[in-house]
C-alpha cells in the first residue's frame, strides 16, 4: 500500500488519533502538502461519501471520518499558507443552522462534504440570527451561503434570513448562491423563500453547487 493509500484509508477508517503523526511521516518523506489533500485525504473522502450515500457508512461513521480530515487539515493548512501555495478552492460557502436551532450534527455534515469536494468553509455556528449571516456575509464575502433548519419552527428564521441578505443589498445578480437544506426544509420552500439551491442532504447540497457555480 502506497503512502497515499494509507492516508486515505486513514480517512476512511476514521483514525483521528493516528492520521497528524502519518500526514508528518509523509511530509518528512518529501511528498507535498497539495499531494497529500488532493491524492491522499480527499481520495479517502470521497470514498466516505458514496459509501454514506449508499448507506453503507452511518452518521456517527462519518463524523468520525469528518474529525480525522480536520486533525489532517490543521497540519496541512498553515504548511500551504506559509508556502503562499494555500488551497486551491473551488469556492467560499458561509454555514450556519439558522436563529432558534441549535442542531449541528447535520450542518457538520455538510462542513465535511464541502471541504472535502475543495471548498473553503467558513462555520458560524447555530442559533445564527438573520443579523449575524448578514455581518458575516459583509465580513467573508462568500460565494455561496447555506443555511440549516432542522426543525419546523425554525423554518421561517431561514426566510427571514434570505430577506434580511436581500433587504441589505448582499445578492447582486444571482451572487453569492443561497442552498438550504435541514430535515423539514423542501425544495419547494426552498422556492418560495427565494433561495436559490436545495439540498436534500450533503451530498446533493454539493452536487447543485457545483453545477451552479459550473465546477
Excluded: W
Excluded at 455561496?144 to 431561514?158: K, W
Excluded at 439540498?199 to 447540497?205: F, H, I, P, R, V
Aim: glycine share 10%.
Amino acid at each position: 500500500m502506497s503512502r497515499m493509500e494509507e492516508l486515505a484509508t486513514a480517512i476512511i477508517e476514521g483514525d483521528a488519533a493516528g492520521i497528524k503523526g502519518l500526514v508528518q511521516k509523509t511530509l518528512d518523506e518529501g511528498s507535498e502538502p497539495e499531494d497529500i489533500l488532493s491524492q491522499g485525504l480527499m481520495q479517502g473522502m470521497e470514498v466516505v461519501g458514496k459509501r454514506f450515500a449508499t448507506e453503507d457508512m452511518f452518521i456517527p461513521e462519518v463524523m468520525l471520518c469528518a474529525r480525522t480530515m480536520h486533525s489532517a487539515l490543521e497540519i496541512l493548512r498553515p504548511l500551504l499558507e506559509a508556502q503562499e501555495k494555500k488551497l486551491q478552492m473551488k469556492g467560499k460557502l458561509l454555514l450556519g443552522t439558522v436563529a432558534g436551532d441549535i442542531h449541528d450534527i447535520g450542518k457538520s455534515l455538510v462542513e465535511m462534504m464541502f471541504t472535502a469536494n475543495g471548498f473553503d468553509v467558513v462555520d458560524i455556528g447555530v442559533n445564527v440570527s438573520a443579523d449575524a449571516f448578514v455581518d458575516a456575509v459583509k465580513q467573508h464575502e462568500p460565494d455561496v451561503i447555506g443555511m440549516s433548519a432542522l426543525l419546523t419552527t425554525t423554518m421561517p428564521a431561514m426566510a427571514q434570513t434570505v430577506e434580511a441578505i436581500d433587504s441589505a443589498g448582499l445578492r447582486q445578480d444571482g451572487k453569492p448562491i443561497i442552498i438550504v437544506g435541514g430535515a423539514p426544509v423542501t425544495e419547494e420552500f426552498a422556492r418560495e423563500i427565494s433561495a436559490d439551491l436545495y439540498g436534500e442532504n450533503a451530498l446533493e447540497g454539493v452536487d447543485v453547487t457545483k453545477k451552479a457555480l459550473g465546477l
